[in-house]
Every structure is written in C-alpha cells, then in structure tokens.
C-alpha cells in the first residue's frame, strides 16, 4: 500500500510537472509576440516594452517558467493584466458559487443514477429496463448548454418556481435565495452526468451479475436480485467510485458552460471571460488551477479505490 | 470477369472480400447499428445539399417575417430577424460535418502515432509515453480548447484541433494495449520473419487488426466533436457570428427564451439527434466488429464501457 501509494503520488507530481509545462508552453511559447498582443495592434513601442517588463519577457523562457511555478509554490497563481488581483483570492471569491454548484451536481447525478442504474440492469430485456436505458443513452446525447435552456423554460418561465438566472448579490447571507439560484444549473449538470452514470451503473451491475460470488449466493437460496442487492452492489459502489473522477472533471466542464448560461457569478464564467479578454496570466493561473484539482481528484479516488477494494489491497 | 469464370472453373476463392465487409452487414442488423448508419447518413447528406441548396437564404434578415411560427413556408418558423430556422439547421449540419471529420482525422493522426509510439519502440519509450498519454488524459476537451482559445481567439480550428488532440490520446490509450497484444501473434512475427521492415509490419498486418477498435473510437470521437462545436460556439470560442452553427443558434435565440420558448427546442434537438447517433453507431460498430461480445449472455462483462465525455 505503502509503495503503490508513493508510485501513484510521484505520477501525480509528474502529472501536475507535465500540465504545468503544457499551460506555460501553450500561453506562452505559441502565439508569438505576447506582449504585443495584450496591447493591441494600436499600441506603441514604448507601451509593448512596458508591458515586456513588467511580465518578466525580457527573460529566458525556463527563468520565466521557474519564476511562475516558485510563485505557484508559494500560494501565488499569479495576477490579472487588466484588473491586477491576484489570481488566488479571486478563485477563492468565485469557488463560493462554483463549490456548491459542483457539489450539488454531483448529489443529484448520484441520487438519480444509481438507484436507477441498478434497476435497469435488473429489468433488463423487458420494457421498463429497456425504456430506463434508452433514456440515459439519449440524456447523455443531450447538449448541456440545451438542457439547461429547456429547464428554465419549463421551471422558470412556465412553472416560474425558480429563478431563470443569476445569482443573489448577497451570496450565502441569504442561503435560501442562493440554493434557489443553484437549483436548476444543479439540476441541469447533475441530469446529463446522471444519465452517463447510469450508464455505467448499469454496466457494472450487470457485470456483478456474472459474478461467481453473485451466483453463489443465488445458488444458496436467495433469490437473483437480493444475491444481486446484498452481494453485488457493494461491487458496483467500488466501479461508481473509479469514474468519479471522469465525473468531477465533467462537472467542471459543465459548469463553465452553465455558469454562462445561467450568468451564475463562479470559476467557470471567470474563466470564459478572462479568455475573451485574453488575460493571458489569469487564465494561466486559473487553467493549472482547474487541471490540477482534476488530477489530484483522480489520485484521491484511485487510493480510496485502493483501501476500499480487498481484491486489491490482497493483490498489494 | 464473367467470362474469365467461365473459363476457369470456379476456385472458391472470392469468400474473402465478403468476410471483410461482414461486419456491416451485422450493423445493419443490430438497431443501435442502424439508427446510427441512417442519422449519420441524413446528416452527412443534409450537409451535402446544403453545400447549393436551402429553402430559404439561412443568413437573409427579413424583419417584417421575424418570430413565424412553424408552417409554410418556414417549416420550423423563423428567428428574431426573419431568418428561416430549417435553412439555418440544414446550413448549421455543413459546419457540423466538417468540424467532426477534422476533429476525426486528427485523432486518427495523434491516435496512430502515440499509440505506435507506445507499442512499437524501445522499452523506455514506450513505457514514457504511456504514462504521458495516462497524465494527457486528464485534461478535459473543453480546457484544451479554452486555452487555445485564449491564445489564438475563437474558431472551428480551435475546436477541431482541442477534439483531436483529446480524443487522439484516448483513442492511443485504447489503441495501445490491443496493438501489444497484436505484436505477440504469429502473424506479426511471420511477417517479421520474412523480413517486413517495422513501418510495413505496422501498416500490413497491425493496423488492419486494430482498426475494429480504432474505427469505434472515432465515432465516439465524433459524437464529442459536435457537442464541443455547439458547447464552443455557444460560448463564442467556436463558429464565428457569420457562420450557420447550432451552437450559435442555441446562443442567440437563448436571448429570447422568456418569450419564444420553443424556438430553441429545433437546434437542440438536431445537436442531440447528431450525438445520439454517432454514439449508437460507436456502440453498433463495437458490437458488430467484436464477435465475442454480442454471444455471451453477460455481454457487458468483455465490454470496455464507453462513458462519452461532457463538453457542452
């Protein structure tokens, strides 16, 4: 365990090294002359060089990259060309709708797929199991953008129980107005996630069927569904956990989307705005932000998938 | 060639090209397989025709007509500025269509060639970039094309190019394990043997027996490519205004949502019909190009899952 652990944490690193090097060389490297184009074709000489200076381009580009991770490394995701806050604190304002959001979305993914996922595979072959799987396949087919658009078209302009967008000026001192305006963009990632969850749930119950301690149990007198619910589930719970971490990723990318659609004040609607302004050092630091919580995400779910899974804890 | 049969009594010979395009024959039969095939069939060929012929000029503004309801002759209605909503569609699958096959070839490019690169050199090259393509992986579509985006601005290369690196490293991820276990058989080795040189071993013997997996990796791939063009798009890091794209439509009647509700439901509806069936077509290919997973009664249990990915 040990061992598998200190592997799986240096590909982390490695992982992280390898992403940063990536953002850096793409934001960097790539476009040419950066400083001419964070001032704009009418720009002077003068002002270009200004702009050189204070970003450090004067230096070789290893310097450049060592100067940015050093600050990485001390808490220091850099700061915005237009505004001049610093990348962290506005991450840190920002993660109050985005947190939430994704933590809700995930929830409900969770509550409508699993228990749905499972009685799909169980009522497999006839029509209910059958009609289940087709809509997940069509859910998962679905735009987000869209499904969000029909959700506020039936919840808010047709039933006009929630808000259709934006987010409470208050913020959290008034929790109930702003779980309301969460709801529906929950809702709507959590629909399209469930839907592709339930595909895999479905999947792997159906896998646990075929198992040998699930027909064993079915052979010692229980029934093929309560072998199934007391045996396999504890099996399909282990699958759901290592696509966690697709999930999380998807939610992300979710949000960006939705946070725009729903002009929900969060990371993902900072993001498509600072890359419309081209705030080239924002974006830098807010993508190895978004990256690196993904991929350390996908570490915490393989060692909990490690400690939880006895057939390979036995393996270690 | 009917006379050389004649001449020469039959050899039973030509089974062989039959065998090679057995495969669609047993997608036809499936009904993902089919649904698929006729989607992406009307699609492509929507496509087509709109390449000289609409119901109407999509992009011509005639503001005494705006807001028709569906009927003749605008079928699906019209938008906030008299355009015709079924023309826009039809001219929108154009963009559509090539966005997926750009994203699909340069998947296919990336794909083979990391995927090469991971089983077919040296041990400390391959096991690098196996463990590049495991650390590329995590990097969601959509970001790869934020970023891009925010260095080149918005356009449907940016999409293109964010699709077929993502997918092109899934696609080597899935690629690589069957193209080692290829490169174990005999027939690589025989091949080897009688002195083929490695690119023509790849190209002769091991790509025609990975391509089974390759060829539904890139429907998928597909399906990724058109939610990304609508998700981009939408967020105006896709089609530029001048161009007909679904995700821009989605974009622009979404403005009038409170008052035309269901003028977004066409567009929509065309994006998720377009996935659907690049997915069901995935998942029809799989089925009709791996014997061993449609005669088991736990199908699934061989199955390697496809999750599609959220880009939209």
Redesign the interface.
């Known amino acids: 365990m040990i061992r598998y652990t200190l592997t799986r944490f240096g ?1 982390l690193l ?2 992280l090294f ?2 940063s090097v990536l ?1 850096f060389t ?2 960097r490297v ?2 040419g002359d950066i400083a001419q184009l964070i001032a704009g074709t009418g720009s002077t000489p003068e002002q270009i060089a200004g702009i050189r200076e204070r970003l450090g381009l004067n230096q070789p580009l290893p310097l450049q990259y060592l100067d940015w991770i050093g600050g990485v490394f001390r808490g220091d995701l850099g700061s915005s060309l237009l505004t001049g806050k610093s990348v962290v604190s506005e991450l840190a304002e920002k993660s109050e709708v985005t947190v939430p959001l994704g933590i809700l979305s995930l929830i409900i993914a969770v509550v409508i797929s699993v228990p749905l996922g499972v009685l799909s595979a169980m009522r497999r072959g006839r029509a209910d199991g059958t009609a289940l799987s087709v809509g997940a ?2 859910l ?7 499904a969000g ?2 959700l ?2 039936v919840f808010a ?2 039933l006009g129980w929630l808000p ?1 967008q934006g987010f409470p000026r208050a913020g959290w001192s008034d929790p109930w107005a702003a779980f309301r305006a969460l709801l529906l963009p929950a809702l709507t990632i959590g629909i ?2 469930g839907a ?1 969850l339930l ?2 749930v479905r ?1 792997a119950t ?2 646990a ?2 198992q040998d301690f699930v027909r064993t149990a079915a052979a010692k007198g229980l029934t093929r569904n309560s072998a199934l619910l007391r045996h396999g589930l504890p099996v399909v719970g282990l699958s759901i956990i290592t ?1 966690l971490g ?1 999930q999380v ?6 949000a ?2 939705i946070e ?2 729903f002009s929900l004040p969060g990371i993902g609607r900072m ?2 705005t ?3 302004a ?1 705030d ?1 050092p924002k ?1 830098q630091g807010e ?1 190895l932000a ?2 690196g919580f ?2 350390i995400v ?1 570490f915490v779910v393989d060692l909990v998938h490690r400690i939880l899974d006895p057939r390979q804890r036995e393996a270690a | 060639m009917t006379t050389m049969d004649a001449a020469t009594p039959a050899p039973p010979e030509p089974r062989r090209p039959r065998s090679r395009w057995a495969w669609l024959g047993r997608l036809w039969r499936l009904s993902t397989g089919r649904f698929g095939l006729i989607v992406v069939a009307v699609v492509a060929l929507t496509a087509l025709v709109a390449g000289f012929w609409t119901p109407f000029d999509p992009q011509k503004v005639q503001i005494s007509n705006r807001w028709a309801a569906p009927g003749w002759p605008n079928l699906l209605g019209t938008d906030g500025s008299g355009r015709d909503i079924l023309s826009l569609l039809m001219a929108g699958a154009r963009t559509t269509v090539f966005v997926a096959v750009g994203a699909g070839v340069i998947a296919t490019v990336i794909g083979i060639l990391l995927a090469a690169l991971g089983a077919l050199t040296a041990r400390w090259v391959r096991e690098s970039v196996a ?2 393509v ?3 992986i ?6 790869i094309a ?8 918005g356009s449907l290369w940016v999409v293109i190019w964010a699709v077929g690196i993502g997918f092109g490293v899934n696609i080597a991820r899935v690629t690589r394990p069957e193209l080692r276990r290829v490169l174990q058989s005999d027939f690589v080795l025989a091949g080897r043997a009688s002195g083929l040189t490695p690119s023509q071993n790849l190209v002769r013997h091991l790509l025609p027996n990975v391509a089974p997996v390759f060829i539904v990796q890139l429907s998928w791939a597909m ?1 990724v490519a058109v ?1 990304a063009e ?2 981009l798009s ?4 896709g089609a530029p205004v001048t161009e007909p794209s679904w ?1 821009l439509l ?1 974009a622009e009647l ?1 403005q009038f ?2 008052v035309h ?2 003028s ?2 066409w ?2 509806l065309a ?3 377009t ?2 069936g690049l ?2 077509l995935g998942d029809g290919l799989r089925e009709a190009t791996d014997p061993t997973l449609s005669r088991s009664p ?1 199908a ?2 061989r ?1 390697r ?1 496809h ?6």
């Open positions: 590909l490695l992982g390898v992403a953002i793409t934001l790539l476009p396949q069509t998962a087919a679905v735009p987000v953008v869209w658009m029909m506020v078209v302009v047709w259709a399209v996630e592709m595909r895999f999947s159906l896998q069927v075929g696509v697709l990723a998807g939610i992300i990318v979710g960006v989307v725009e659609l993001l498509v600072d890359v419309g081209r080239l974006v993508l978004l990256t993904v991929l996908g | 463990v590049l495991d650390i590329l995590a990097f969601p579509v959509l970001l934020m970023m891009i985006s925010a260095v080149w601005g399906a939610l609508a998700g939408y967020l105006g890091f995700g989605l979404q949502i409170t509700p269901l977004v439901l567009p929509g994006i998720t019909l996935v659907l997915n069901l736990f699934t249990r199955a899952l999750i599609p990915e959220v880009v939209s």
